[in-house]
């Protein structure tokens, strides 16, 4: 059992989506654990004030029905805070997600948290650095051998093969196909192979940093053309140029 000071608290939200800037909570979960072992629970709905988006309901089941009567976050902020008083923080990816935006959410609702003297658990960082995420890990994990000579490029690459052969005959369900493979852990759409643009749930081409992240890149190009000559001179990739570019080419069209 954990031997603590004071109580940690245990965070998980689901939210509109995974932009810190702009989706909000629908959902909050906190399991505090305190010094003695005692859990205290607090589960509640919160209505984002915008509309949930179906790829996310897909994930977690949240409709925007079930959230139509639900406190804002700022109903609820003050609420929370107390919950949260003088507590440890935890979670899973929380120390990259699930604090971040509830951060945000506190800003919005103007309160301004301080977790300067706060310690934060994150138990999938625990996970990564107890079970690293190397190939020499995996090859032991998956083949039960050491990988001599690793970051030889041959080596390297046949004890990939050999991982993901282990993999097939150790998970059933990706079958043994390109197509059961990709389409049991996903496939990336990738537009440039830098990720400086992503699509959004609508198949939209978003910017995916900056000021305009989340953004249409068509519309910003559209009414920012210059932004178009500064990405250009800029120190980006040269796929990510021509990708721009094809972009650009694209919203000019449409224009004339």
Same mark, same amino acid.
């Not at 996310?56 to 804002?72: E, F, L």
């Not at 991982?163 to 998970?171: F, G, M, W």
């Given at each position: 059992?954990?031997?603590?000071?004071?109580?940690?608290?245990?965070?998980?939200?689901?939210?509109?989506?995974?932009?810190?800037?702009?989706?909000?909570? !629908?959902?909050?979960?906190?399991?505090?654990?305190?010094?003695?072992?005692?859990?205290?629970?607090?589960?509640?709905?919160?209505?984002?004030?915008?509309?949930?988006?179906?790829?996310?309901?897909?994930?977690?089941?949240?409709?925007?029905?079930?959230?139509?009567?639900?406190?804002?976050?700022?109903?609820?902020?003050?609420?929370?805070?107390?919950?949260?008083?003088?507590?440890?923080?935890?979670?899973?990816?929380?120390?990259?997600?699930?604090?971040?935006?509830?951060?945000?959410?506190?800003?919005?609702?103007?309160?301004?948290?301080? #977790?300067?003297?706060?310690?934060?658990?994150?138990?999938?960082?625990?996970?990564?650095?107890?079970?690293?995420?190397?190939?020499?890990?995996?090859?032991?994990?998956?083949?039960?051998?050491? #990988?001599?000579?690793?970051?030889?490029?041959?080596?390297?690459?046949?004890?990939?093969?050999?991982?993901?052969?282990?993999?097939?005959?150790?998970?059933?369900?990706?079958?043994?196909?390109?197509?059961?493979?990709?389409?049991?852990?996903?496939?990336?759409?990738?537009?440039?192979?830098?990720?400086?643009?992503?699509?959004?749930?609508?198949?939209?081409? !978003?910017?995916?940093?900056?000021?305009?992240?989340?953004?249409?890149?068509?519309?910003? #190009?559209?009414?920012?053309?210059?932004?178009?000559?500064?990405?250009?001179?800029?120190?980006?990739?040269?796929?990510?140029?021509?990708?721009?570019?094809?972009?650009?080419?694209?919203?000019?069209?449409?224009?004339?």
């Amino acid at each position: 059992m954990l031997q603590l000071n004071r109580p940690v608290a245990f965070i998980d939200l689901e939210t509109t989506g995974v932009n810190l800037s702009s989706d909000r909570i !629908v959902e909050i979960a906190i399991v505090k654990i305190l010094p003695g072992g005692e859990r205290q629970v607090k589960r509640k709905l919160l209505n984002p004030e915008m509309p949930i988006p179906q790829s996310s309901t897909d994930i977690h089941g949240i409709t925007d029905d079930m959230v139509k009567d639900a406190p804002t976050f700022k109903h609820a902020a003050n609420e929370i805070k107390q919950f949260l008083d003088n507590c440890d923080l935890g979670g899973y990816n929380s120390n990259r997600f699930d604090i971040p935006l509830l951060m945000e959410e506190f800003l919005r609702a103007g309160m301004d948290i301080d #977790l300067t003297d706060r310690r934060m658990i994150d138990v999938q960082h625990i996970f990564y650095t107890m079970e690293p995420r190397t190939l020499s890990a995996a090859y032991k994990f998956y083949c039960q051998k050491e #990988l001599k000579d690793a970051h030889s490029a041959e080596v390297d690459i046949q004890a990939t093969i050999d991982v993901l052969y282990a993999q097939l005959e150790r998970y059933e369900k990706l079958g043994n196909t390109v197509d059961s493979i990709l389409s049991t852990i996903g496939e990336d759409k990738v537009i440039d192979y830098a990720r400086r643009f992503s699509y959004d749930d609508k198949g939209v081409e !978003v910017f995916n940093f900056g000021k305009y992240k989340g953004r249409s890149v068509s519309q910003v #190009l559209k009414t920012e053309p210059q932004y178009y000559d500064w990405m250009m001179k800029g120190d980006f990739p040269l796929h990510t140029k021509k990708k721009l570019t094809e972009i650009f080419n694209r919203t000019l069209l449409k224009n004339n």
